[in-house]
Nanobody, 121 residues
Framework: QVQLVESGGGLVQAGGSLRLSCAASGSIFSINTMGWYRQAAGKQRELVASITSGGRANYTDSVKGRFTISRDNAKNTVYLQMNSLKPEDTGIYYC???????????????WGQGTQVIVSS
């Protein structure tokens, strides 16, 4: 089995910063892309940022220049540094990882349980 555990969410004022972390563990042979999604109340889940195992990052337009995604491959951990936060960044943030399992070599996406981010105006 594979588990993703997120941490770092919370309440912050507009203009502030938060750093999210997500650690993957379990029957992992390798991890390709890791990413962060968010879901605001009443809205669909959207991709915020993703990063390949080689470090190539991709961002949704609304967070470019404010958020930075990074990863530590040795620790199977992905981070999301969020600066200049805005009320519209409020939502539940989920991490995801494309994992190749040990032994079976089956590839599938796994999701964390989500961490709440609230940005007050």
């Amino acid at each position: 089995q594979v588990q993703l555990v997120e941490s770092g969410g919370g309440l912050v004022q507009a203009g502030g910063s938060l750093r999210l972390s997500c650690a993957a563990s379990g029957s992992i042979f390798s991890i390709n892309t890791m990413g962060w999604y968010r879901q605001a109340a009443g809205k669909q889940r959207e991709l915020v940022a993703s990063i390949t195992s080689g470090g190539r990052a991709n961002y949704t337009d609304s967070v470019k220049g404010r958020f930075t995604i990074s990863r530590d491959n040795a620790k199977n951990t992905v981070y999301l540094q969020m600066n200049s936060l805005k009320p519209e960044d409020t939502g539940i943030y989920y991490c995801t990882a494309e994992v190749t399992r040990i032994v079976t070599r089956i590839i599938r996406d796994y999701w964390g349980q989500g961490t709440q981010v609230i940005v007050s105006s």
